[in-house]
């Protein structure tokens, strides 16, 4: 199995989150570990301490490594892509495969964007079809930036073979954000008649997007008096109307050719330094042009949704679970009581696998500092869901400049992976390393952050405890004791489903969120079919595996962002955002089927069978109690049908 270091400055950027889906999309069915780590610059100053991000470099770097990809676009100014190539110069060569930006490093290829053909497609659109003469250009400074060079050389080459002449005059210096591009254009454009142009092509959307906004305060119409292109296809560039017309750098194919380039470098077949991927030309309405979708004229529809229903349920689920994790977090003390509680924050989250390391004293390192690794840490915690594994202070000490994390636990699975170190303010105690099991990368970035606050304070709190002779080993006692039974109240024993009152509150919190969202959806109330007569016929040990299967059945049949519980007995309950009353028929033919896969796989000698009811929740009708009541009743009409049905 081969392991892949996939380097990259954020993973809240769409920019990077298409480019790692390419990526792990290319990886998926292969025999391949990938491990994300963010690195900002020593230098960084956006942040006050996101420099520390960067002491995961040396790890990536170690003897289990084969080869790194470099998300290099947004490590766009020179100064920061020399202090990068300097510090990964420290390290015995790896193969590496550069999305963007070539890196001057020994066995660096480089997969980068060919924009020739879309600035020349899109500048004689512009002079033929729209009579545009007069053409501003809003970049950065091409001596800082590679990428802000290389557009702009395209949009000149453009010109030239439109015979348009580009006035340098007409050049601003946006620096690739909103804030900045503002600031430009309110400098030099304060009135209308300072605006010299007909049109203004921009380096990325967000800065097209600041002229779009700035032109139209000076009484400018968008695109009657002034065309606007901008870069990247961004849904930003589908946010605000008119919509841009812009170009598409097709992300995720460089992200599936870096993939495909760095398994062949590891292989040694021969890789060309430069690998092209040609932009696309994306026509909509900011150019001049009438844009339709099925025939429909978006000029008169300028409210189109941009998010489907399943994306704002999808949406909404996450922030539950967020929320949910961040208060599991804030009662987990010292490193034990966190550890208890990971398995909960595992199974709310999507990850797969957590292994906490930790060094046995903390380092401290200040902004400009480099960052030296030692030769020791400990593997304090591991959890694996599908190896069963739970392991707390077992003191496994490993060299981590040559294991990420020792041989016989990473070789276990394949999958996505995401480094991250655990620091507060100059304060750096170790790394996480998570295993992932789905591509929200971005939400999975916030998740792993809550958890690495989590993970500072608990060491902190334990060395306190047991600097001062606190933690005996009847407050040890006292504390598991008190984590489990707190993890027990919120957690059903036979069915490891939420109990009654952890559904109750995160159900709760599930619809508050939906109504907030101006949203609806469903309560259901279920319950398992003949439990009475499995009990007295084949006993309670049957009777309770039938309840475990009824609960596994309604888990199934909802969604895995939907709350699902059991209320008590043979009672269970569901809330479900966004679906509406005419999905309940299959829901029931789903239940009704997974019903007699179950019977057939635990070879059941009675045929399992649940009884569903619903309530429809809206902003009038609310409270999950009152729903479940509503829900109740109606599953006490199914129920009659059902035993009209089979006694007629």
Known sequence: MKTIAVVVHSLTVEYTLS???????????????SIITQLKAPSYTNSLYEYQSFSSLPSIFNDQVDGLIVVSGIYNTTNTLKTLVKEFSKYKSKPVVSISIPLELPDCSTVIVDDSKSYEKIITHLHKEHKVRKIAFMGTDPETSTEGRHRFQCFMNAMEKNNLTFDSDLFFYGNFTTSSAEAELQTRL???SDVKFDCIVSANDLMALACSKHLSSLGFKIPEDIKIIGYDNTSHSRQEYPFLTTIDQNLYSQGQKAAQLILRKIDGKNVPEITKISSTPVIRESCGCILKINGKLIRKDPKFQLLSNGAQNHFLGKLCNISALFDMTKASDTTRRLFYSLRFMMDHSNIREIAVCYYDKPLTIGRKESFALVSKINLNMLLDLDYGISEFESNRYFDPSKEILPSNVL???????ILHPIYSGELNYGYVLCRIENNDYAVYSVIIRILVTALSQAYEYSNRLSENSMLSEENKQLQENNTSLNKQSKTDELTRLLNRRGFMELGQEHINMSIEANDSGLVFFADLDGLKIINDTYGHK?????????????????RANDVVGRLSGDEFGGVASGMDSKHISKVRAQAEKYCEDITKQHNFPFKLSISIGFAKFHKENHILKELLEEADKMLYEEKKIKHATRNP
């Open 19 to 33: 480019i790692l889906n390419g990526v792990s999309d290319y990886f998926k069915e292969k025999d391949i570990r």
């Open 542 to 558: 049957m009777g309770d595996a039938a309840i475990k299967a009824a609960g596994s059945v309604l888990s199934q049949v909802l």
């Open 411 to 417: 070789e276990r699975a394949k999958g996505t992976y």
């Open 190 to 192: 304060k009135k209308k």
